[in-house]
C-alpha cells in the first residue's frame, strides 16, 4: 500500500492565502465544523471573509448536500472564530491528507479549540429528533483513521492518547450553559461508521448493544487529528432521526437537513453562550 505522501507545503499555502485576506491582527481562536444542515450559523459572522473549498488546497469538495464547503474567518458572538461550513466525509472517497488537512490549517492559523456539530442518529427513542446531544466520548466503528501512514512529528506524537478526547472541560461549560437556558441537553457516546449507506436494524441493534448512543458517519476523523495536534475539542450532535428499526419513518437526507436547521436555533443559543462564557481574549 502506498500512503499519501504528507508534506507541510499545503497548510502553509492555506496559511499564506488565508491571512494574506484578513487584518493582521486577526487570529481566530476557535474552529468551528457546522454539519448537515446547520451551516445557518456561519451566517452570523462579523466582518466574514470567505474561502471556497475549491481555492484551499486539501479541503477536497463538498459534494454533500447541506454542506456548503466554505471556510468563513470572522467574528461569531464576539470571538474571533474559523468556520468551516461542511466537512469532507471518508465515504465521498477522500483521501487521509484531505481528512486531516483542513483541522491542521485551523491549527495552523491560531485555533486553540475545535467545536463539531454533527446531524446524527439517536439509538434512545426518548432522545427524539430534534435533541441535542453532547458527545462525551466515541466509538470508531469505521476503522479508517487519519493519522494511517507516516506521522508528522511537527503535528503531533505517533501514538496520541485519546481518553480525554472530548474535553472535560468544555463539557462541562457546555451543560452550564444549556442549564442556564433552559435547553435540553444529554451526554453520549457518539458511534462513528463509514457509511453511506444508512444501517439495517441489526446493525443498529447490535451498535446499542456495543454502547452507541448516537450514529453518524463523520467527527470521528477530525476529532482524532484536532487531538493529535494538540486542540481541544468539544462536539455536539444534533438528533436528526431515530436510528434504523426504532421507528416506521423511512430515513432521507433531505429529512435529515429540515430537521438539523430546525434545531439550529437551540444549538445558536447555546453556542452563544458557551462563548460569552469562554476564558479566550479575542
Ligand atoms: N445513520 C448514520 N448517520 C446519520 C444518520 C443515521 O441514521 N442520520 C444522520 N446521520
Redesign the pocket.
Same mark, same amino acid.
Given at each position: 500500500m502506498i500512503y499519501s505522501t504528507y508534506t507541510n507545503t499545503n497548510i502553509n499555502d492555506n496559511v499564506n492565502k488565508i491571512k494574506s485576506k484578513v487584518p493582521e491582527s486577526f487570529t481566530p481562536k476557535i474552529g468551528l465544523v457546522l454539519g448537515?444542515g446547520l451551516g445557518s450559523l456561519a451566517e452570523q459572522i462579523q466582518d466574514p471573509e470567505h474561502f471556497s473549498f475549491f481555492d484551499l488546497f486539501g479541503f477536497g469538495h463538498s459534494s454533500v448536500k447541506g454542506h456548503k464547503g466554505t471556510l468563513t474567518l470572522g467574528y461569531l458572538f464576539g470571538l474571533p472564530v474559523a468556520c468551516l461550513q461542511g466537512r469532507p466525509h471518508y465515504y465521498e472517497g477522500n483521501d487521509d491528507d484531505v481528512m486531516r488537512t483542513p483541522i491542521r490549517t485551523l491549527k495552523a492559523l491560531g485555533c486553540e479549540i475545535v467545536i463539531l456539530t454533527n %446531524?446524527?442518529?439517536s439509538t434512545n427513542a426518548e432522545v427524539k429528533p430534534g435533541s441535542l446531544v453532547l458527545i462525551k466520548d466515541h466509538i470508531n466503528f469505521s476503522f479508517k483513521s487519519p493519522l494511517v501512514g507516516p506521522n508528522d512529528d511537527q503535528f503531533g506524537p505517533r501514538f496520541p492518547p485519546m481518553d480525554d478526547a472530548y474535553d472535560p472541560e468544555l463539557r462541562q461549560q457546555f451543560l452550564a450553559a444549556a442549564n442556564q437556558l433552559n435547553i435540553k441537553l444529554t451526554e453520549g457516546v457518539y458511534f462513528g461508521?463509514l457509511?453511506p449507506a444508512?444501517?439495517t436494524p441489526a446493525e443498529i441493534r447490535a451498535y446499542t448493544m456495543l454502547g452507541a448512543n448516537l450514529?453518524?458517519?463523520s467527527t470521528i476523523p477530525e476529532v482524532i487529528v484536532a487531538r493529535h495536534a494538540g486542540l481541544k475539542v468539544a462536539a455536539i450532535s444534533t438528533v436528526?432521526?431515530l %436510528?434504523?428499526g426504532l421507528s416506521d419513518e423511512k430515513?432521507n437526507h433531505d429529512d435529515?437537513i429540515v430537521v438539523a436547521a430546525k434545531a439550529s436555533n437551540d444549538l445558536s443559543r447555546l453556542l452563544n453562550l458557551f462563548m460569552e462564557n469562554l476564558n479566550v481574549t479575542a
Amino acid at each position: 500500500m502506498i500512503y499519501s505522501t504528507y508534506t507541510n507545503t499545503n497548510i502553509n499555502d492555506n496559511v499564506n492565502k488565508i491571512k494574506s485576506k484578513v487584518p493582521e491582527s486577526f487570529t481566530p481562536k476557535i474552529g468551528l465544523v457546522l454539519g448537515s444542515g446547520l451551516g445557518s450559523l456561519a451566517e452570523q459572522i462579523q466582518d466574514p471573509e470567505h474561502f471556497s473549498f475549491f481555492d484551499l488546497f486539501g479541503f477536497g469538495h463538498s459534494s454533500v448536500k447541506g454542506h456548503k464547503g466554505t471556510l468563513t474567518l470572522g467574528y461569531l458572538f464576539g470571538l474571533p472564530v474559523a468556520c468551516l461550513q461542511g466537512r469532507p466525509h471518508y465515504y465521498e472517497g477522500n483521501d487521509d491528507d484531505v481528512m486531516r488537512t483542513p483541522i491542521r490549517t485551523l491549527k495552523a492559523l491560531g485555533c486553540e479549540i475545535v467545536i463539531l456539530t454533527n %446531524a446524527a442518529a439517536s439509538t434512545n427513542a426518548e432522545v427524539k429528533p430534534g435533541s441535542l446531544v453532547l458527545i462525551k466520548d466515541h466509538i470508531n466503528f469505521s476503522f479508517k483513521s487519519p493519522l494511517v501512514g507516516p506521522n508528522d512529528d511537527q503535528f503531533g506524537p505517533r501514538f496520541p492518547p485519546m481518553d480525554d478526547a472530548y474535553d472535560p472541560e468544555l463539557r462541562q461549560q457546555f451543560l452550564a450553559a444549556a442549564n442556564q437556558l433552559n435547553i435540553k441537553l444529554t451526554e453520549g457516546v457518539y458511534f462513528g461508521v463509514l457509511g453511506p449507506a444508512y444501517e439495517t436494524p441489526a446493525e443498529i441493534r447490535a451498535y446499542t448493544m456495543l454502547g452507541a448512543n448516537l450514529v453518524g458517519m463523520s467527527t470521528i476523523p477530525e476529532v482524532i487529528v484536532a487531538r493529535h495536534a494538540g486542540l481541544k475539542v468539544a462536539a455536539i450532535s444534533t438528533v436528526t432521526n431515530l %436510528a434504523c428499526g426504532l421507528s416506521d419513518e423511512k430515513l432521507n437526507h433531505d429529512d435529515v437537513i429540515v430537521v438539523a436547521a430546525k434545531a439550529s436555533n437551540d444549538l445558536s443559543r447555546l453556542l452563544n453562550l458557551f462563548m460569552e462564557n469562554l476564558n479566550v481574549t479575542a
